[in-house]
């Protein structure tokens, strides 16, 4: 079953050789999502010109829509990894999926309420129930229920299986969050950035904006790395490569 | 330049008061989320080297009463075959 | 299956009443607290005793497996030959029948204590009729996912609530465009096609967090 899986993907899986390359791996993830970071946030607050309706309230968009992108795509991932590892019991994908749940929650309260901020100047409320802005809370709500469920559990190794099993269910709901716009009548804004084709949005306005994703996701990366290894090391603690470990950085 | 000076840039087009609050929950959330795993790192560590402790502590009691693993002091020597 | 949960249950019958005097105190307080205003409580009425009907609901979900994780039945159940998914159906069955049905048959009385009109009461049953087993399916497979796990039950309000939001959305949304005359099949017809994927998926689904829960 596993003979097509690469070697290199096959040994990084093994705890302590996923630590030393996360290790690696990790600070220029963070050193990047630095830099692209304060890039685009200059782009975004000084460079990007006003918008002729909303005037500079319109660059919260800078990170509303970075975030809220995060905020799917580390769903989509926990989803994944959860997948693998009910499947194939990998460790490093039920640390995976469970390290990047605490890390989409933030970017998802950091959407929710960015957008609320934003909503306020330019709807008149800071809050409104309709599709997307409840798809996206459901989805904080789906986050915080496989973290609380991760907890609930004594053995980690089972808790990651029925977390990650909830979150394999609430999938879902990432596409309605991403096509709920399309689908019902909403008061959020439809879709203005397109993969494939024409966006409709400023060439500049969205550099800053294809740059701040960018940054986003190096953040992810970045953290998702620092996360896993320590969780790998409160796993794996009665294993001999932790207690070299830990002695060695007891030594001052 | 979009601004005409550092008054107008924080100004925002008199939409300061949403804005900066959003990038401040924005970048203050992102940092907390960078320091957690410092703060659990050094946890895990230092619970790993709590239980290290005792578990070396446990070994050199037990090596000190198995019997004839070590001799008693008032213990008679060993007689030779 | 059916039989012995139904059976266990009337054995129980005073438990089967908790979910309908809770149903009944709760709703008898919105007058209290809101003031007896005929027209505000009509506009709420059909949303008060939706809400009210899941948290009633809520409560009996918790226990679905306790008593039998507890004696070690359960276990017994995941092990027998016949498909675990149909048994758990069943159960899902009796617990729907004998929580659900009994607020069904007095949300009409819930309703008229609201005053709610009275044209409006066939439509709201007949979205309690299909968003309860909704409920209770879905329900069933966070319970599976949180057997024998501590804090369980504030767990699984946390989770469910949320899960459900849909659901309470077109039910709601039935009884509120029935209120105001306008065509309510749409969204009965939604909930009608999740409850067929429900009855479908959700047993599979809530043998298969069960294993996850019991088995180490």
């Known amino acids: 079953m596993t003979h097509w899986i690469p070697l290199w993907l096959h040994r990084l899986s093994s705890p302590p050789t996923f630590y030393r390359f996360a290790g690696a791996v990790w600070p220029w993830a963070m050193g990047l999502a630095l830099l692209t970071g304060i890039i685009g946030l200059y782009g975004a607050l000084v460079l990007a010109p006003p918008d002729y309706q909303q005037s500079d309230a319109y660059r919260i968009i800078f990170i509303h829509v970075p975030s809220a992108w995060m905020s799917m795509f580390i769903y989509a991932v926990m989803g994944v990894a959860s997948f693998v590892a009910l499947v194939w019991r990998i460790k490093l994908a039920e640390v995976v999926a469970m390290q990047s749940a605490p890390i989409g929650a933030a970017f998802t309260f950091i959407t929710l309420v960015t957008g609320s901020l934003w909503g306020k100047p330019m709807w008149g409320t ?17 986050y915080l229920g496989v973290i609380g469920l991760y907890h609930a559990f004594e053995d980690r190794r089972q808790g990651a299986r029925a977390a990650g099993f909830l979150a394999i269910i609430g999938i879902i709901n990432v596409p309605i969050v991403h096509f709920s716009v399309n689908w019902w009548n909403t008061l959020h804004q439809g879709s203005t950035i397109n993969v494939f084709g024409a966006s409709k949005i400023a060439a500049d306005m969205l550099w800053p904006l294809l740059v701040l994703t960018l940054a986003t996701k190096l953040y992810y990366i970045a953290s998702l790395c620092r996360r896993a290894r320590t969780d790998l090391l409160a796993l794996e603690g009665s294993k001999d490569w932790v207690r070299t470990l830990a002695a060695r950085e007891a030594a001052p | 330049m979009n601004f005409t000076g550092l008054h107008d840039f924080l ?49 050199a009691r037990k090596g000190a009463t198995i019997p004839g693993s070590a001799p008693h002091p008032s213990a008679p020597p060993p007689r030779s075959a | 299956m059916l039989w012995r949960d139904l059976t ?4 129980r019958r005073g438990d089967i009443a908790m979910p309908v005097l809770y149903a009944l105190i709760v709703t008898m307080l919105f007058p209290f607290a809101l003031g007896p205003e005929d027209t505000l409580l009509q506009r709420i009425a059909g949303g008060i005793v939706l809400v009210t009907v899941l948290l009633a609901m809520l409560l009996t979900l918790d226990a679905m497996f306790s008593s039998d994780i507890e004696d070690g039945s359960l276990e017994q159940l995941v092990l027998s030959p016949q498909p675990l998914a149909l048994l ?3 159960k899902i069955l009796a617990h729907w029948l004998t929580t659900a049905l009994p607020l069904i048959v007095i949300a009409p009385l819930l309703a008229a204590m609201l005053h709610l009109p009275n044209a409006v009461i066939p439509v709201l049953l007949l979205a309690l009729l299909l968003a309860t087993p909704l409920l209770s399916l879905l329900g069933a497979v966070l319970v599976a996912l949180t057997a024998g796990t ?67």
């Open chain 1, 126 to 142: 800071w809050w409104t129930w309709d599709a997307r802005l409840t798809s996206e809370l459901v989805l904080l709500f789906l």
């Open chain 2, 11 to 59: 100004a925002m087009g008199g939409y300061a008061a949403y804005v900066w609050p959003a990038y401040a929950v924005f970048l203050a959330v992102l940092i907390a989320d960078s320091l957690a795993p410092t703060v659990r790192r050094r946890q895990v560590l230092r619970d790993l080297r709590a239980q290290l402790a005792r578990q070396a502590a446990r070994h």
């Open chain 3, 8 to 11: 266990l249950a009337w054995r």
């Open chain 3, 88 to 90: 758990l159906g069943m």
């Open chain 3, 150 to 216: 501590r804090r369980s039950g504030m767990l699984l309000a946390l989770m469910l609530l949320p899960l459900c939001m849909p659901a309470v959305i077109f039910a709601a949304g039935a009884v509120a465009a029935a209120q105001q005359g306008l065509p309510w099949l749409a969204p009965i017809a939604w909930l009608a096609a999740a409850l067929v994927l429900a009855v479908v998926l959700a047993p599979l689904a809530c043998a298969a967090a069960l294993r996850i829960a019991l088995d180490a």
